[in-house]
Structures are given as structure tokens and as C-alpha cells.
């Protein structure tokens, strides 16, 4: 996006018929319009795609658009294979607690809710990482201290938290032993021992439970409540729990086009500013560049065309405020010469805008090579060991949840 006054269009364009220094002067206010046009039009093609999504509907489960907690782990694993406390059993979260704000910040989701955590950057006075989490609790708002802890390949915070959700049978196999217990498909496990059963995990735990215990299963087949006794003698969870496959409540959402466009605009400044803060974990290495990104969109058009859309609203946004970013080489670099130029009565020297442009072209050349090697294909080669893909496999088998 620019005028032929600013720059010389003839290697992009081809040789033009007119003279060029006949043309009038550009004005401050048309010089700052062309340089945001890149970035509106990004922008504005977000929004058309938000509209399209909006329309369509945008795919989801109860576990997703939830904040209420359905599982407190009682551990976490470090990287370097300790086992620690939780910080969420540490700071006494529990499970039906439901997440209103993070550091103050307002969460609205699982996935907004994991964003604002990782992102977040609170740090004690002896060095330890600090999150105030605002929860609801019996109608009631506590503020609790969590201390974080890194985990995962990633090293990024974590408490040891999983969403609610009812778990729903999908399959029950003739043979299984949820055939066995009388479990039919579409029966939703509401509570065990008379507890709420908010994630299959607190199943899984009680199942493998030693010495073994027989316990109590309340399931709801259609309007009506059952109970299930599991005896004591229960097979281990080969295969899964019962042996039978599980599923959540999913559907469409139809989120308005403002909404997702602002969502996504509030999740790249906040990335941004984690980028910024000493004490934040991330950092450029945690970073998409072109591999990467490409690889987000393969994964997701196997998910189905409706996630490549949301994608694509992402990468938008993302464009558009990096765009925006006062760096010689961006368009909001543009922005800030022309600003200065205004300010001082006359323009910056061209050599000088053509050095700073020069320096900060090879620093963004570095920082993408940075970013490829040392992250897209160093998570890609290391997603791609076949320890990964069965830790990745036993995990998912262990969450019990459906594809998305």
C-alpha cells in the first residue's frame, strides 16, 4: 500500500506514463492513511471472515466454553521429573470452583483462561511466579494466591487445573466391562460416591485407587437418574475406562463478528506485552514463524474448514498489529518517521530511514530464522518422536475427551 510519491512503484508495477514529480505533495494525513491501510484491510478481512464464522457457527464442547474447574490434581511432573505439589491443591482451588478473573483480568473461557495464564507475569518477592485467581465459590468471590509451576516440553505455567464437563458414553463394546455394569451409550456419569463427577479423571484416579474400593456410580439415562454399583474387584483401565469410549456436550456457537475480531486483537496485545515483561515466560523462541503457521493451518483444516477460518481471523489480527508496531521496517515505523518529520518541521534525512530500514529488515530476517529453527522445527521434529506421539496418546486416552 503506497503512493508513488513515498517510493519508486517501477520495479513492482512496471514503468509508469506519468511524471512523477508532477504529482502533488503528500500531506502528513495522507502519508499516515496509506501507511494504516495494510493494517485495516487486514483488519476489515478479519471481520469478514468473523462474519462468516458468525454465520455458520463456531464449533465447541461444555469443556471449552466453561471456566468452572472439573479436576484439581493432587501433583505436577517438572521438566526435570520431580514431582511437586500442585499449586492449585497448594493455593486450595477445588473442584466446582468457578474462574472469574486471572490478575484481574476477566476470563470468559477454558482456552481465554489458559491464554491469561501463561501469559501472565507476577512474580513474588523471593522469586517465585504469582497469579491471583478470583473465583466463585457457594455464590461467594475469593481472590487465592497460585504459585504457577513450568511444565511441559513449552515450560509454561501451570497450575494443575482441568475444565468441568459431563462425561457422556459414546461406545459401550458387547464385551467391556461397562457392558458388563449395565452402561449404555448417551448415559451421562453425574456423580461418584455421591460427589459431583465434573471430569473422567477423578474416575480414572478412583479406579486405580490401591488396595481396590467399590464405589458408587449416579449416571442419567435420559430423565432419569440410576445408580451403579462398580464392585471392588474392577478390571485395571486397559483399554480405557470401562473399556467403553467417552464424549462431552458439543455444538455450534454463533459468536458476533465484533466480539471475535476484539477477542483476538486483546489476545495478540496481551502476548505482545508478555514478550515485554522481565518476569513473563515468554519469549521469541515460543514464537510461530512461516513453518509453524503452516503448520497450524494443516492441523487445523483436518479439523474442519470452520478452524481454518478461525485461524485465519487470528493470523489477521496478528498481522495487523504487528504491522502497527513502531519498528523502522513496519508500516508503524512509516508512521513514526512521518510523525517526527511533522514534529521537527522537515523530513528525516532519506539515509537515515533507509539505514534504520536496512538494520531492522536484517534483525526481522534473524528473528525469523530464530524463531523456525529454534522453534517450529525444533517442536516439530520433537512432536514427530514416537515417545511423543505416545505420551501424546496415552494423555488423550487418559482425558477421555472427543476429538475437536
Not at 458476533?256 to 523462541?285: A, C, E, K
Not at 513502531?326 to 510523525?339: C, E, R, V
Not at 514534529?343 to 523456525?372: C, D, E, K, N
Amino acid at each position: 500500500v503506497l503512493l508513488p510519491q513515498l517510493a519508486d512503484l517501477g520495479r513492482r508495477e512496471g514503468d509508469a506514463t506519468s511524471d512523477v514529480t508532477r504529482l502533488p505533495p503528500v500531506t502528513y494525513t495522507t502519508k499516515m492513511s496509506v501507511f494504516a491501510a495494510g493494517a485495516c484491510f487486514n483488519l476489515l478481512f478479519a471481520f469478514a471472515l468473523a462474519t462468516i464464522l458468525w454465520l455458520a457457527g463456531q464449533p465447541t464442547s461444555e469443556e471449552l466454553s466453561t471456566t468452572r474447574i472439573g479436576y484439581v490434581s493432587a501433583t505436577l511432573t517438572l521438566p526435570d521429573g520431580r514431582t511437586v505439589t500442585s499449586p492449585a491443591a497448594e493455593a486450595g482451588l477445588k473442584v466446582g470452583d468457578t474462574i472469574r478473573a486471572i490478575d484481574g483480568t476477566a476470563v470468559a473461557d477454558w482456552p481465554d483462561l489458559l491464554q491469561t495464564l501463561v501469559t501472565s507475569a507476577g512474580v513474588t518477592g523471593d522469586g517465585r511466579r504469582e497469579a491471583i485467581f478470583t473465583v466463585e465459590r457457594e455464590g461467594r468471590l475469593l481472590d487465592l494466591t497460585v504459585h504457577p509451576r513450568l511444565v511441559t516440553e513449552e515450560n509454561v505455567r501451570k497450575v494443575g487445573i482441568l475444565a468441568a464437563y459431563t462425561p457422556i458414553l459414546a461406545l459401550v463394546p458387547e464385551k467391556s466391562f461397562a457392558a458388563r455394569l449395565g452402561l449404555q451409550a448417551d448415559d451421562q456419569l453425574t456423580a461418584l460416591d455421591d460427589q459431583p463427577l465434573l471430569n473422567l479423571i477423578t474416575l480414572s484416579d478412583a479406579l486405580q485407587t490401591r488396595p481396590a474400593a467399590a464405589h458408587r456410580l449416579t449416571i442419567r439415562r435420559g430423565a432419569n437418574p440410576l445408580t451403579v454399583l462398580i464392585p471392588a474387584d474392577h478390571p485395571a483401565e486397559a483399554g480405557g475406562i470401562f473399556g467403553a469410549a467417552f464424549r462431552t456436550r458439543s455444538g455450534l456457537v454463533h459468536p458476533n463478528p465484533f466480539g471475535q475480531v476484539w477477542s483476538q486483537v486483546t489476545m495478540t496485545f496481551r502476548t505482545l506485552w508478555s514478550l515485554l515483561q522481565p518476569h513473563s515466560d515468554i519469549n521469541v523462541s515460543k514464537l510461530s514463524g512461516p513453518v509453524g503457521i503452516g503448520k497450524i493451518f494443516w492441523d487445523a483444516s483436518e479439523a474442519g474448514i470452520r478452524y481454518v477460518v478461525w485461524i485465519a481471523i487470528l493470523v489477521n489480527v496478528n498481522l495487523a498489529v504487528f504491522n502497527l508496531l513502531p519498528l523502522p521496517i513496519l508500516d508503524g515505523g512509516q508512521m513514526l518517521f512521518a510523525t517526527v518529520g511533522r514534529l521537527r518541521g522537515r523530513a528525516l534525512p532519506p539515509h537515515f530511514i533507509a539505514t534504520a530500514q536496512s538494520i531492522f529488515a536484517l534483525l526481522l530476517v534473524v528473528m525469523i530464522i530464530y524463531v523456525t529453527v529454534f522453534g517450529d522445527i525444533r517442536r516439530w521434529m520433537r512432536d514427530a518422536q514416537p515417545e511423543s506421539r505416545a505420551k501424546e496418546a496415552a494423555e488423550v486416552q487418559k482425558q477421555a475427551t472427543p476429538a475437536k
